[in-house]
């Protein structure tokens, strides 16, 4: 098991940036792939990016590719997730969560039915 918690979240104006931290207790965090979502009000929550469990590989929405940025420091059992140039379309709140299926440490997981755990989420605001 594993227990995630998102921080990082605020208010900002847009073209303003944010770093999403989801730090890890539990299992060893190496062993997880990892991945964010978000969920607006009145939406479905939709996939935002994916890292696998060596980091080396990633994956994003095309709503936010050449913006956002995932990333994951093994050693300190945490993910971010860098937000830059924000607009008024990305306000939601975060989750992050991991993949407890063993996987490849080059796989990444796209499918929000993959994953078993999840953080409690962290509200990004954007005004415009």
């Known amino acids: 098991q594993v227990h995630l918690v998102d921080s990082g979240g605020g208010l900002v104006q847009a073209g303003a940036s944010l770093r999403l931290s989801c730090a890890a207790s539990?299992?060893?965090?190496?062993?997880?792939?990892m991945g964010w979502f978000r969920q607006a009000p009145g939406e479905e929550r939709e996939f935002v990016a994916a890292?696998?469990?060596?980091?080396?590989?990633?994956s994003y929405a095309d709503s936010v590719k050449g913006r956002f940025t995932i990333s994951r420091d093994n050693a300190k059992n945490t993910m971010y997730l860098q937000m830059n140039s924000l607009r008024p379309e990305d306000t939601a709140v975060y989750y992050c969560a991991a993949d407890s299926t063993p996987r490849t440490v080059y796989t990444i997981v796209n499918s929000e039915s993959e994953y078993d755990y999840w953080g409690q989420g962290t509200q990004v605001t954007v005004s415009s």
């Open positions: 890292i696998s469990r060596s980091g080396s590989r990633t």
């Open positions: 539990g299992r060893t965090f190496s062993y997880f792939a």
